[in-house]
T-cell receptor, first 117, second 112 residues
Framework: SAVISQKPSRDICQRGTSLTIQCQVD?????MFWYRQQPGQSLTLIAT?????????ESGFVIDKFPISRPNLTFSTLTVSNMSPEDSSIYLC??????????????FGSGTRLTVV | AQSVTQPDIHITVSEGASLELRCNYS??????LFWYVQSPGQGLQLLLK??????LVQGIKGFEAEFKRSQSSFNLRKPSVHWSDAAEYFC??????????FGQGTRLTINP
């Protein structure tokens, strides 16, 4: 399965600033996913990032707040913009090895623990 | 809409005891079902998955899960837990072609 490197692993940021999280995969993948895990909560999908096209955002998430880049088949970034304390969460990227073949399961990065003060 | 319910937020078992974590799902078709484990400060690791065939699936670390369509359940089991099994466990269902929907998670504590 793919190996994902996610950076930074944690950060403490001032409100009103932005943080960009990087996700690097050791193999080419068609689809990359960004999840948010709020404290004590489950994972919620933010958006799906496909190479060469705009990301697809889930209900409740907007591009202005969470812009995503996907410049190639092994890399993606998620930016958390104009942060507030409510953005304090763990952000995880995930990949599926085969497009449209959910049953193979997903690999997750180790996550970025963000604290906004 | 697809959903996953893990009725137990927190479970405590003694080391060496058996374990069962419950998962119920709501899905309109044959689901793809997964169990993930998240240790403190770590990402998610896939324990096992079901998408067809034998309804009893074996996973890593001695875990197994049984798919019961009649009960819309996919419970995770382990005959004897180890202290290192203490973690958060998430059940998830494949939604459509790509997305995963996660349950709320069950935090497992192991008593020595």
């Amino acid at each position: 399965s793919a190996v994902i490197s996610q950076k930074p692993s944690r950060d403490i940021c001032q409100r009103g600033t932005s943080l960009t999280i990087q996700c690097q995969v050791d193999s080419q993948v068609t689809m990359m996913f960004w999840y948010r895990q709020q404290p004590g909560q489950s994972l919620t999908l933010i958006a799906t990032a496909n190479q060469g096209s705009e990301a697809t955002y889930e209900s409740g998430f907007v591009i202005d707040k969470f812009p995503i880049s996907r410049p190639n088949l092994t890399f993606s970034t998620l930016t958390v913009s104009n942060m507030s304390p409510e953005d304090s969460s763990i952000y995880l990227c995930s990949v599926s090895p085969f497009p449209g073949q959910t049953h193979y399961g997903y690999t997750f990065g180790s996550g970025t623990r963000l604290t906004v003060v | 809409a697809q959903s996953v319910t893990q009725p137990d937020i927190h479970i405590t078992v003694s080391e060496g005891a058996s374990l069962e974590l419950r998962c119920n799902y709501s899905y309109g078709a044959t689901p793809y079902l997964f169990w993930y484990v998240q240790s403190p400060g770590q990402g998610l690791q896939l324990l096992l998955k079901y998408f067809s065939g034998d309804t009893l699936v074996q996973g890593i670390k001695g875990f197994e899960a049984e798919f019961k369509r009649s009960q819309s359940s996919f419970n995770l089991r382990k005959p004897s837990v180890h202290w290192s099994d203490a973690a958060e466990y998430f059940c998830a269902v494949g939604q459509g072609a790509q997305k995963l929907v996660f349950g709320q998670g069950t935090r497992l504590t192991i008593n020595p």
